[in-house]
Nanobody
Framework: QVQLVESGGGLVQAGGSLRLSCAAS????????MGWFRRATGKEREFVAA????????YYADSVKGRFTISRDNAKNTVYLQMNSLKPEDTADYYC?????????????????WGQGTQVTVSS
């Protein structure tokens, strides 16, 4: 089973960009679909993006489509979330998650392994 550590969060002005990274331990990273989720204060955790084993198939929440890009480098055991044109409503704790399955899920209960989260704050 992999272990996940996120990094790259911080404070950014609206319209700015951040790139989150999620480093995974374990030799079977390439066999996990990966997802990013976020939880804003007082809200439920919500799906942001997901990516298949190979990186060919990606999925996005409507709220981030066209602004965020998920990618992975299996040689580095890392998944990324490039976030552009950030908005104050993107402010949240961001979590990466892993699931040893074939099709990326869009629901948090479908993922087995979670990182500790990284905070993203977008100021207006």
């Amino acid at each position: 089973q992999v272990q996940l550590v996120e990094s790259g969060g911080g404070l950014v002005q609206a319209g700015g960009s951040l790139r989150l990274s999620c480093a995974a331990s374990g030799r079977t990273f390439s066999r996990y679909v990966m997802g990013w989720f976020r939880r804003a204060t007082g809200k439920e955790r919500e799906f942001v993006a997901a990516i298949s084993w190979s990186g060919v198939n990606t999925y996005y929440a409507d709220s981030v489509k066209g602004r965020f890009t998920i990618s992975r480098d299996n040689a580095k055991n890392t998944v990324y979330l490039q976030m552009n044109s950030l908005k104050p409503e993107d402010t949240a704790d961001y979590y990466c998650a892993a699931d040893p399955t074939i099709t990326p899920g869009l629901n948090d209960y479908e993922y087995d392994v979670w990182g500790q989260g990284t905070q993203v704050t977008v100021s207006s």
